[in-house]
C-alpha cells in the first residue's frame, strides 16, 4: 500500500508551499487520488515493448514506452531519429 497525506489549503500561498515537497501532486481538473496512486501502473506489455503510467514531479502524469528485447536499442534509436525529424510539426505532440 502506498501511504498518503492529503492536504486542503484556502490560501494559494499555503498551496504553493505544500507542494514544494518532492512527493507532492495536486488533486485537480479531474485528477483523483487513485490517478496518483497509480504510479507505475503497467498498461501494456508485449515481448517488444513495456507501457506504463509514471508520475514525475508535481504529480504530472506520463507514459513511458520501453523496448525489450534483443533488437530494443537499434528500434529505440530509430524511434528517437524519427521523432527529431517530426519535432516543431504542428498537430505532433512536443
Do not use: C, N, W
Amino acid at each position: 500500500m502506498r501511504a498518503f497525506e492529503y492536504v486542503r489549503t484556502s490560501e494559494v500561498g499555503d498551496a504553493l508551499a505544500a507542494s514544494e515537497r518532492a512527493d507532492a501532486a495536486y488533486l485537480a481538473d479531474g485528477t483523483t487520488q487513485v490517478d496518483l496512486m497509480k504510479d507505475g501502473v503497467l498498461l501494456q506489455q508485449s515481448a517488444r515493448t513495456r507501457v506504463t503510467r509514471v508520475l514525475l514531479p508535481g504529480g504530472v502524469a506520463a507514459i513511458r514506452k520501453e523496448p525489450l528485447g534483443l533488437d530494443a536499442q537499434p528500434r529505440l534509436r530509430h524511434e528517437v531519429a524519427i521523432l527529431e525529424r517530426l519535432r516543431g510539426v504542428d498537430g505532433v505532440a512536443q
